[in-house]
C-alpha cells in the first residue's frame, strides 16, 4: 500500500519563481519527513526535513511546510534555479529506520 | 570521505542468471538499507542489515532474493534466477546509526539491473 503519494508527477516552473511540491500520507505514526532530491543517474541526496513537532523548518531557498491534521506537507522553493531541475521525494519515517517513500516529482525549471 | 559506494553501475543478465550488486557505506556506518525503484514509481524499502546480521528482510522477496552483510567486505545483494520484472535500479544506503536525529540516509549511486 502507498503511504505517501506525491500526485504530481511534474512541474515546471519558470526560474526565479515558487515550486511548490506536495506530499500526502495515510500512516498518523510517521514523525519525521524528508525531502529528497535526484539527479538522472544518480542516488538520491538528502535536502531538508521537519519533525512531526514542527510546522516549518526553513534552509536556505528550502522551507518544508507540515499540516499533520491534514497529513499533508509541502515543499517551497524560491527562487527556483536551473540547478533545480530534478526528481524530487517526499519520505516518511514511523519512528524507526523505515522510510516510506513517494513515486516523485520531476521538477523542470525554464530559464 | 567517501560516500557510499555502488557497483557495478550497470548489469544486464539474461533471464535465470544470478545477479550480485555490491555495496560499500560511507565511512563510519554499521548500517547498511537496500531499495529497489521500479520505473515511474519511488523506492520501496527491501532489507536493513548491520554487520553479519539482517535486522529486517520485510521489502525482500519471499525467494530468489538474499541479503548478506559480512564482518569484512562489502554488503551484497543476490538476486538468483533472474526474471524481467527484477529489472529496476537497486540503491543502497547507510546510516552511522538507525533512527537518528535526523532519520536521514546516505544513498549510493545505485546499480541498475537490466534482465534480458
Known amino acids: 500500500d502507498q503511504q505517501v503519494k506525491q500526485n504530481s508527477p511534474s512541474l515546471s516552473v519558470q526560474e526565479g519563481r515558487i515550486s511548490i511540491l506536495n506530499c500526502d500520507y495515510t500512516?498518523?505514526?510517521?514523525?519525521?519527513f524528508l525531502w529528497y532530491k535526484k539527479y538522472p543517474a544518480e542516488g538520491p541526496t538528502f535536502l531538508i526535513s521537519?519533525?512531526?513537532?514542527?510546522d516549518k523548518n526553513e534552509d536556505g531557498r528550502f522551507t518544508v511546510f507540515l499540516n499533520k491534521s491534514a497529513k499533508h506537507l509541502s515543499l517551497h522553493i524560491v527562487p527556483s534555479q536551473p540547478g533545480d531541475s530534478a526528481v524530487y521525494f517526499c519520505?516518511?519515517?514511523?519512528?524507526?529506520?523505515?522510510?516510506?517513500f513517494g513515486a516523485g516529482t520531476t521538477v523542470t525549471v525554464r530559464a | 570521505n567517501a560516500g557510499v559506494m555502488q557497483n557495478p553501475r550497470h548489469l544486464v543478465r539474461r533471464r535465470g542468471q544470478e545477479a550480485r550488486l555490491r555495496c560499500s557505506p560511507m565511512?563510519?556506518?554499521?548500517?547498511v538499507y537496500w531499495y529497489r525503484q521500479l520505473p515511474e514509481e519511488g523506492l520501496k524499502f527491501m532489507v536493513y542489515?548491520?554487520?553479519?546480521?539482517?535486522?529486517?528482510e520485510s521489502g525482500m522477496p519471499k525467494e530468489r532474493f538474499s541479503a548478506e552483510f559480512p564482518k569484512e567486505g562489502p554488503s551484497i545483494l543476490r538476486i538468483q534466477q533472474v526474471v524481467r520484472g527484477d529489472s529496476a535500479a537497486y540503491f543502497c544506503?547507510?546510516?552511522?546509526?538507525?533512527?537518528?536525529?535526523?532519520?536521514?540516509?546516505?544513498f549510493g549511486e545505485g546499480s541498475r539491473l537490466t534482465v534480458l
Open positions: 544506503a547507510s546510516s552511522p546509526k538507525p533512527g537518528s536525529n535526523t532519520g536521514e540516509l546516505f
Open positions: 500512516n498518523s505514526m510517521f514523525d519525521y
Open positions: 521537519i519533525s512531526s513537532i514542527k
Open positions: 519520505a516518511a519515517r514511523a519512528n524507526d529506520y523505515k522510510l516510506s
Open positions: 565511512k563510519g556506518h554499521s548500517h
Open positions: 542489515l548491520q554487520k553479519e546480521n539482517i535486522i529486517d
